[in-house]
């Protein structure tokens, strides 16, 4: 019995895993991005290496020092790395062929007339369904390469816009303080001016109010800095804001192609190519699973032994095949067609999002750039020169301070509008470079 099993057994293990391993088993390409995304081994040397190449600064921040930080620590965007990983190992599964199986049968108990069948089936796939899947799960890993360009795009759009905000903030506070030194001063003038009896206290009383005004803006202003520094350290998964300030230049306003050059390039967006890839993958999927509705062959190979009879081993060869009368994968079938519906709606709709959105943000740069261009040659100058006027008027008993706290107001106002449409312009450029990729 053992001489009669035993070349099957063989066989059997020549046609298991390792005989495949050259078309079943993952290639170097496929190894070398999963080590690539694959978190590093702890230890103290390597965690202290990583530390000291991504250091934050404890100094004045830079945009690329952020961009940087962003890009080596920021979770979504190896979380997406690690997806992209994740799908050569689907490719390496639709590679596998159906593994074979090995069967004994006995037939009667008793030694001497027992009937003895052994035999390997090996199952061949019909219908391209190994090719089809193949197919899909490459189409997988191009949606998970432009996924993760979506990311990586989003990602420093995201830190450049917080990058911005941060400086905003911090000239906000710095008008904040100018305003409260200002109020301060018109305090002090007041009282003195009260006290030699040229007005009345209820002048100085102004004053007073206007000053605990200006307290209250510093107060908004540092709140709104360390809410927009939180917000930028959080991009490279930081709990806080080690660097002391944002080292940006908000005179060099953003610029941009007009808007039917952006929309010329809006085929190109990574957006709008991940949401292509969707729909080629879905339709991927339909491919198999109309190759499920073939049914698949099983060959049988083997030998028969009867000891009660005096012919020895008789070869055995069988084929099976399943009959489609009930099972043929006809509701699969219909589930992808309509996801693959789905995508296309999907895609459509996201043409239609994004168009819109970057009509949108050219729109709001141009406008944005036209006031800030506006309100630094004109405006600014002409609110500036109106309140030191009124200063030095106030101060030779010429005007009240009514009119001094008109003037200074109309010129925080002004200043506080500039930041205002800077911060618009900064975010439409942006939008503009998020949506197309840049």
């Given at each position: 019995?053992?001489?009669?099993?035993?070349?099957?057994?063989?066989?059997?293990?020549?046609?298991?895993p390792a005989a495949f391993a050259q078309d079943a088993a993952p290639s170097s390409d496929f190894l070398a991005p999963s080590l690539a995304h694959s978190p590093a081994p702890s230890s103290a040397s390597s965690s202290t290496q990583a530390a000291?190449?991504?250091?934050?600064?404890?100094?004045?921040?830079?945009?690329?020092?952020?961009?940087?930080?962003?890009?080596?620590?920021?979770?979504?965007?190896?979380?997406?790395?690690?997806?992209?990983?994740?799908?050569?190992?689907?490719?390496?599964?639709?590679?596998?062929?159906?593994?074979?199986?090995?069967?004994?049968?006995?037939?009667?108990?008793?030694?001497?007339?027992?009937?003895?069948?052994?035999?390997?089936?090996?199952?061949?796939?019909?219908?391209?369904?190994?090719?089809?899947?193949?197919?899909?799960?490459?189409?997988?890993?191009?949606?998970?390469?432009?996924?993760?360009?979506?990311?990586?795009?989003?990602?420093?759009?995201?830190?450049?816009?917080?990058?911005?905000?941060?400086?905003?903030?911090?000239?906000?506070?710095?008008?904040?303080?100018?305003?409260?030194?200002?109020?301060?001063?018109?305090?002090?003038?007041?009282?003195?001016?009260?006290?030699?009896?040229?007005?009345?206290?209820?002048?100085?009383?102004?004053?007073?109010?206007?000053?605990?005004?200006?307290?209250?803006?510093?107060?908004?202003?540092?709140?709104?800095?360390?809410?927009?520094?939180?917000?930028?350290?959080?991009?490279?998964?930081?709990?806080?804001?080690?660097?002391?300030?944002?080292?940006?230049?908000?005179?060099?306003?953003?610029?941009?192609?007009?808007?039917?050059?952006?929309?010329?390039?809006?085929?190109?967006?990574?957006?709008?190519?991940?949401?292509?890839?969707?729909?080629?993958?879905?339709?991927?999927?339909?491919?198999?699973?109309?190759?499920?509705?073939?049914?698949?062959?099983?060959?049988?190979?083997?030998s028969k032994r009867d000891n009660a009879s005096d012919r020895g081993t008789m070869p055995v060869l069988g084929v099976a095949l399943p009959l489609p009368l009930?099972?043929?994968?006809?509701?699969?079938?219909?589930?992808?067609?309509?996801?693959?519906?789905?995508?296309?709606?999907?895609?459509?709709?996201?043409?239609?999002?994004?168009?819109?959105?970057?009509?949108?943000?050219?729109?709001?740069?141009?406008?944005?750039?036209?006031?800030?261009?506006?309100?630094?040659?004109?405006?600014?100058?002409?609110?500036?020169?109106?309140?030191?006027?009124?200063?030095?008027?106030?101060?030779?008993?010429?005007?009240?301070?009514?009119?001094?706290?008109?003037?200074?107001?109309?010129?925080?106002?002004?200043?506080?509008?500039?930041?205002?449409?800077?911060?618009?312009?900064?975010?439409?450029?942006?939008?503009?470079?998020?949506?197309?990729?840049?």
């Amino acid at each position: 019995m053992r001489t009669f099993v035993m070349p099957l057994g063989l066989a059997a293990a020549l046609l298991g895993p390792a005989a495949f391993a050259q078309d079943a088993a993952p290639s170097s390409d496929f190894l070398a991005p999963s080590l690539a995304h694959s978190p590093a081994p702890s230890s103290a040397s390597s965690s202290t290496q990583a530390a000291a190449s991504s250091a934050e600064p404890a100094g004045a921040l830079t945009l690329e020092d952020a961009l940087a930080l962003a890009a080596e620590r920021n979770f979504t965007l190896s979380a997406a790395g690690h997806e992209l990983a994740a799908t050569e190992g689907g490719i390496a599964q639709a590679r596998v062929i159906p593994n074979p199986e090995v069967a004994v049968l006995f037939e009667d108990n008793r030694r001497d007339t027992r009937t003895t069948t052994a035999q390997i089936n090996l199952p061949i796939e019909l219908g391209g369904k190994r090719a089809a899947r193949i197919g899909a799960a490459q189409k997988a890993r191009e949606l998970a390469q432009s996924q993760l360009g979506v990311t990586r795009t989003d990602l420093r759009a995201s830190v450049i816009g917080s990058f911005f905000g941060v400086v905003i903030a911090q000239e906000r506070l710095r008008l904040a303080l100018g305003s409260a030194e200002i109020a301060a001063k018109g305090a002090q003038a007041a009282a003195r001016r009260v006290a030699a009896g040229k007005i009345a206290p209820l002048e100085e009383s102004k004053a007073r109010v206007e000053q605990a005004n200006a307290g209250l803006e510093v107060a908004d202003a540092e709140a709104a800095l360390a809410t927009a520094r939180l917000s930028l350290a959080s991009l490279w998964g930081s709990g806080e804001a080690r660097f002391s300030e944002a080292a940006g230049n908000l005179d060099a306003l953003p610029a941009r192609p007009d808007g039917a050059i952006l929309m010329q390039a809006l085929d190109a967006a990574p957006e709008l190519a991940s949401s292509r890839l969707e729909l080629e993958r879905r339709q991927a999927v339909i491919g198999v699973e109309r190759s499920r509705q073939y049914p698949d062959l099983t060959v049988s190979l083997g030998s028969k032994r009867d000891n009660a009879s005096d012919r020895g081993t008789m070869p055995v060869l069988g084929v099976a095949l399943p009959l489609p009368l009930f099972d043929r994968n006809q509701g699969n079938l219909y589930a992808a067609m309509r996801q693959a519906d789905k995508a296309a709606d999907e895609y459509r709709a996201t043409q239609v999002r994004l168009s819109r959105e970057l009509q949108q943000a050219a729109q709001q740069l141009t406008v944005s750039r036209t006031s800030a261009e506006t309100l630094r040659s004109t405006v600014l100058p002409a609110a500036r020169q109106a309140f030191d006027a009124a200063t030095r008027g106030f101060e030779a008993g010429k005007f009240n301070f009514l009119d001094v706290l008109d003037a200074q107001r109309t010129w925080f106002q002004a200043r506080i509008r500039y930041l205002g449409v800077v911060a618009s312009a900064y975010q439409a450029a942006t939008t503009i470079d998020r949506i197309l990729g840049r």
